[in-house]
Structures are given as C-alpha cells and as structure tokens.
C-alpha cells in the first residue's frame, strides 16, 4: 500500500488495487479554495480556531495561481508521484473533479458533466484484487516489535 500523508492516498490506492477505473479525485483541493482550509462540513472543532495561512502559490485547475500550504502541496506532489507510477498502465485512469490545485497525471473535468454522459449500466466485473494478501500474524507482530525496537537504539 501507498503512503501518501492523508486518508485520500490510502482511499485511492485501496480503488486501484481493487481495479476502480477512472478513479474520480473529488474534494482533493490541495489548496485554500474558497481561503479555505477543509470544506465547512468537514470542519473539526480545533480548526475552527486555527488559522491555515498561505505559505506558497500553485497553479490551479484553470492554470491560476492559488495560495496552500506546505503541508497540502506535499499532499498533492506525493498524489501526482503516485499517478506517475500508473502513467503507463491504460487500465487506470484518475480524473480531477476538484476546483484547487492541479494535479498532474489527473486532467480536470466536471463531477456532473461524467455523471451524465458515462454510461454505468454496462457489464460489470467483480471486484478482485490483482493480487492475494497473505499475511503472518506473528510474523508481522515480530517484524513490527523490530522496527521499534531498533528507533531505541
């Protein structure tokens, strides 16, 4: 699995592990749209009294200059890297329905506008992943114990 520094990144790799095509990248912003920090529904009470300052100017879906901030242009050049990885599988494919940053390797169309001219009605097929997990508890215990006991080292 993907690690990309929020829960979107692991949302977007469980679909393309899953074989979700086209993955539809909605309220991935990356920016202060709106000089917003989460949508209003989204707001946790300890953001409602912190401040999310601009820190740096990006290009934004309609090749604009927008203010973010450090922490969410990591979030979108680590979504951007992870698209690269698939820029050469035509099984998937991600598409930008948000309004903030661009988002390389995602071109930017409308929610409504692929909601009504695809066509959901067609043969569907299963969700597999490509892949089996095959996991050891104790083994993966074991491994885990390691790694934190080797940071006291």
Same mark, same amino acid.
């Given at each position: 699995? *993907? ?22 990248? !909605?309220? %991935?912003?990356?920016?202060? !749209? ?20 601009? %820190?740096?100017?990006?290009? @934004?879906?309609?090749?604009?200059? !927008? $203010?973010? !901030?450090?922490?969410? @242009?990591?979030? +979108? +050049?680590?979504? $951007? ?6 820029? @050469?599988?035509? +099984?998937? %494919?991600?598409?930008?329905?948000? *309004?903030?940053? $661009? ?12 909601? $009504?001219?695809? &066509?959901?009605?067609? %043969?569907? &097929?299963?969700? +597999? ?25």
């Amino acid at each position: 699995m *993907y690690c990309g520094g929020s829960v979107s990144h692991a949302c977007i790799d469980i679909a393309n592990m899953l074989g979700c095509s086209p993955i539809l990248l !909605t309220g %991935q912003d990356f920016a202060l !749209t709106n000089k917003k920090h989460h949508a209003d529904s989204a707001v946790f009470p300890f953001d409602s009294s912190s401040r999310y300052d601009a %820190q740096i100017m990006i290009k @934004d879906v309609n090749g604009n200059l !927008t $203010e973010t !901030t450090v922490t969410l @242009d990591s979030f +979108r +050049r680590n979504l $951007e890297y992870y698209i690269s990885c698939y820029k @050469d599988q035509p +099984r998937v %494919q991600f598409i930008n329905c948000s *309004y903030g940053a $661009e988002i390389k390797g995602a071109p930017h169309r409308e929610l409504s506008e692929i909601l $009504e001219k695809s &066509t959901f009605s067609g %043969q569907k &097929t299963p969700c +597999r992943p490509n892949h089996e997990l095959n996991l050891n508890p104790e083994k993966t215990i074991k491994t885990i114990l390691e790694f934190f006991g080797s940071l006291s080292d």
